[in-house]
């Protein structure tokens, strides 16, 4: 069937030496042959390369290219592969494209081809979500981490617990089915419990254990407040090397919230630097310091800006305040000035101008993040959100288990839940599947991926 072939192209938009037009299915080599002119496609060995030109239906050429052509199931979608190297134009590479669609090839989806990767059993979900991962990964440890998924090892540790899981249940169903059968365990409730509760501690283990790899995963959200004047913006600058805010003595110069990411020993940083916070009647300096207080709430680490060659004041005292219940580190700038601030806190001294002190902040940072000892092991845990969600929903489905266990439901109905449990753990690799699920996740992949 011609519809089950699909092509893209799967490098950048954009002009480059070289793009590729990835096609897979059952049909692409035969297919792909009737527009190169060059060795017979169909002839070749597979994960063989080949030089010739692809032609329009009339044989004139369109671009001289390299084809590889790659047989099943040995290939990335366990599929029959054809890639064209073409030159990298954008009309060029989307001629060619246009050429093989006429062969009555289509047109492939965002993450088709990893999508038939899984439903071809080469990769499962996490295995795929990694592939995104490992594109999208901003820093060094992002990658690891995405390789790790990559490699299978979420996959291994979600399918061992499940196996735990269904042992449990495989003998409850023995004893449903064979009350009588005299050399299956009476699984009671009480003697599932045990069990239930490991299987349980090892899932806690796993989210917790998950905030590490969040934080590589993701990144952070980090706002710089604090009241006006005291060097928010210039804070900015000198973490980023960079003039990217404006920066005067004048009170109220940022208005507006300001996004730049950094890396800092391998964490990114989605730094927003904000409108300095006070009373104001000043109509857009007033949303721009609703956008502050937004931005502390939506923060996860928050970098308070003091200035240390001024007395406290009213402002600082409700920032240090509203933000007491945040993971924030305290930052008194202009070091450089005599000191005034009368306030017993620790903070960090130092000063945006000098550049004294930012050395110690970014240390300090990757210290209140919990991010200092990153070893191997580290790179083997889940960061994924959607994984992190259901297994927080399988662990409600065990703590409905050990409930119903507690009020010594009968067994059958302990058993709705630890299934529900099986199918939920089963919805990260994909073993258990609504199909929604699957076309969703898949939809928000690159195209030619
Ligand atoms: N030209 C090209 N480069 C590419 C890809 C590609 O599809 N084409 N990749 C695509 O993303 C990545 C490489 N990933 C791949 C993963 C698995 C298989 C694959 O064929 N796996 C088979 C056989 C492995 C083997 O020969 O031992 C398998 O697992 O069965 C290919 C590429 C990055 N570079
Ligand atoms: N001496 C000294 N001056 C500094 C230092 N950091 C910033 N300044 C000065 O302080 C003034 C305010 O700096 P900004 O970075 O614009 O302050 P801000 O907190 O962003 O201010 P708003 O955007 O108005 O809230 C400017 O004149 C800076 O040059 C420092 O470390 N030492
Ligand atoms: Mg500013």
Redesign the pocket.
Known sequence: MIYDTIAAIATPFGTAGIAIIRISGSESIRLANQVFKGRNLLKMKSHTVTYGHITDKLGNVIDEVMVTVMKAPKTFTAEDTVEISCHGGILVTQKVLERVLETGIKLAEPGEFSKRAYVNGRIDLTQAEAIMDLIHAKNENAMKLALSGLRGDIKKGIENIRGELLNIIAQIEVNIDYPEYDDATTMGNELIKPEVIEIRQKLIRLLDDSNKGKIMREGVKTA?V?????????????LLNEER???????????DTIEAYINIGNITLNLI?????RETIDVVEKIGVDRSKKAIDEAELIIL?L?Q?RKISKEDIELLDATKDKKRIIVG?????SKAIDLDIHMLS?????KEGLMDLEKEIVKVLGMEDIQEKDFNVISNMRHIGKIKETIQSLDDVLNAIMIDMPIDMTEIDLKKAWQTLGEITGDYHPEDLISELFSKFCLGK
């Open positions: 710089i604090g009241k006006p004047n005291v060097g928010k913006s210039s804070l900015l600058n000198a805010a404006i920066v005067t003595d004048i009170e109220g110069t940022t208005r630097d904000t409108a300095g916070i800006v200035d060659s700038n202009k070091n450089d000035l130092l000063s945006t101008l000098t």
